[in-house]
T-cell receptor, first 110, second 115 residues
């Protein structure tokens, strides 16, 4: 069964810092990888989707990379802002569903 | 509609009761998914519909859980004889088609509390 791990579990940074969130998965036979943001008590907002044939995707201050062979992905956030504070979830797609990690809770301190 | 909607947003029930949770997917999306998220955990897959049929229900924890999608649009997740361990946020997602390449879009979830 696919296992998805996210490190660190929690992270606090001062405003303006660049940061990297890590995701690893055990089975490289994936269709794609998605990064989501979840605010407390809310649903999931999709940030970036990387197809299995791609190496990276960028959206604004966010950049996600994918190394399928080694089972790793990173989410890079540039120039962090207090509004970036949330839990970030990584998920990989199997044949029928997403497998999620437990998330990284990010706090950006003003 | 503009996105996936779920009702109710919160549901409090007593142990042993029956509950129904509703999901309205994005119009035109043929694939629909239910996930369950316990506190501090990532969502876990429950069931996947392609059209009206349940293509994969391997994530349903036991036979107290059942889901339907009779017309290939709205779906209802049904839980019988609720237990305290069923307390969680139930998330619904939809995608354009059921292949793994399609992005899933999530609703806001229903927070179920079983007392």
């Amino acid at each position: 069964k696919q296992e998805v791990t996210q490190i660190p579990a929690a992270l606090s940074v001062p405003e303006g810092e660049n940061l990297v969130l890590n995701c690893s998965f055990t089975d490289s036979a994936i269709y794609n990888l998605q990064w989501f943001r979840q605010d407390p008590g809310k649903g999931l907002t999709s940030l970036l989707l990387i197809q299995s044939s791609q190496r990276e995707q960028t959206s604004g201050r966010l950049n996600a990379s994918l190394d399928k062979s080694s089972g790793r992905s990173t989410l890079y956030i540039a120039a962090s802002q207090p509004g970036d504070s949330a839990t970030y979830l990584c998920a990989v797609t199997g044949a029928n569903n997403l497998f999620f990690g437990t998330g990284t809770r990010l706090t950006v301190i003003p | 509609g503009a996105g996936v909607s779920q009702t109710p947003s919160n549901k409090v029930t007593e142990k042993g009761k029956y509950v129904e949770l509703r999901c309205d997917p994005i119009s035109g999306h043929t694939a629909l998914y239910w996930y369950r998220q316990s506190l501090g955990q990532g969502p876990e897959f429950l069931i996947y519909f392609q059209g009206t049929g349940a293509a994969d229900d391997s994530g349903l924890p036991n036979d107290r859980f059942f889901a339907v999608r009779p017309e290939g649009s709205v779906s209802t997740l049904k839980i019988q004889r609720t237990e305290r361990g069923d307390s969680a946020v139930y998330l619904c997602a939809s995608s354009l088609a059921g292949t793994g390449h399609n992005e899933q879009f999530f609703g806001p979830g229903t927070r179920l509390t079983v007392l």
